[in-house]
């Protein structure tokens, strides 16, 4: 379960898990579970998707629409006349 977890996730837990005895770890994690499961099954049907949208593609698709809008800025800059 650990494994699928984010980073974020697992780091956070970590930071704030009260570690005075073995019961105070337990109950923190199952304080914890509705969390870990909300994130799961987030990751669950982002996995379903059809077409995966990752930071990385996201951040592609920005640089990419942000060089189209140059471009169509460009054009109408030089092809517009005042009359």
Avoid: C
């Avoid at 019961?23 to 379903?48: C, G, M, N, R, Y």
């Avoid at 996201?58 to 060089?67: V, Y």
Wanted: zero cysteines; proline letters at 2%; hydrophobic letters at 40%.
């Amino acid at each position: 379960m650990t494994r699928r977890l984010s980073d974020k996730t697992k780091e956070n837990f970590n930071r704030t898990v009260e570690r005075e005895s073995n019961q105070h770890k337990i109950i923190d994690l199952i304080a914890h579970v509705p969390e870990f499961i909300d994130e799961l099954e987030h990751l669950e049907a982002q996995s379903q998707n059809t077409i995966q949208i990752t930071p990385e593609r996201f951040q592609a698709l920005r640089d990419i629409s942000t060089l189209i809008a140059i471009g169509i800025n460009t054009i109408i800059m030089f092809l517009f006349h005042y009359e």
